[in-house]
């Protein structure tokens, strides 16, 4: 049977387009220096640093990482740039003699999330921090259950503003 050269080639970036987000979602914990996967659990707790609980929830209350985790399958490069945040964390936490960075204290997670705000611009650890806090933030505020907590009451429509003829209160 002979398969004509188009089809050969649809069929051929059809298959990579079903295997690419697998192969993302396999690789998601990523390889360490070792070969193996590297986990990303630091996400979850770095996350909640980021956006702490207060009278709504914190950031994993929302799904926040899971959306992170969901957006990093699409794209192999955030898949890594995870594993090496996540890895950095990790291996701040073992210097100041923690297991992971999940083992620390609050006040501790702050301190060094505190650090890798204040990477140099450029840097894999500064992208790490960038790239995370723009997902987070979106994620979480784009959820009408934070917007409480802001005083916020939701987007003009579809009620309008009846109020728009009065003066501001």
């Known amino acids: 049977m002979r398969i004509g050269r188009r089809l050969f080639l649809g069929l ?7 295997l690419r987000p697998m192969r993302g979602f396999a ?3 990523g390889p360490s220096d070792s070969g193996a996967p590297y986990p990303t659990i630091a996400l979850t707790p770095y ?6 609980a207060d009278e709504t929830g914190s950031a994993t209350a929302f799904g926040v990482d899971e959306h992170i985790r969901y957006l ?3 794209d192999t490069d955030y898949i890594r740039l995870l594993q090496y945040g996540c890895k950095w964390l990790d291996e701040q936490a073992r210097a100041l003699g923690a297991a992971d960075f999940p083992a620390l204290t609050p006040a501790q997670r702050e301190a060094i999330v505190t650090q ?3 990477a140099p611009q450029g840097s894999p650890l500064r992208s790490f921090f960038d790239k995370t806090r723009s997902d987070a933030m ?3 505020y784009g959820d009408p259950r934070s917007w409480a907590s802001l005083g916020f009451r939701g987007p003009p429509q579809p009620e309008g503003y009846p109020d728009f003829a009065e003066p501001p209160a």
């Open 72 to 74: 990093a399958r699409l």
């Open 27 to 29: 690789a998601l914990m």
């Open 138 to 140: 979106a994620a979480y």
């Open 12 to 18: 051929g970036i059809g298959v990579a387009a079903i």
């Open 47 to 52: 996350l909640d640093t980021l956006i702490p």
């Open 116 to 118: 890798v705000a204040a």
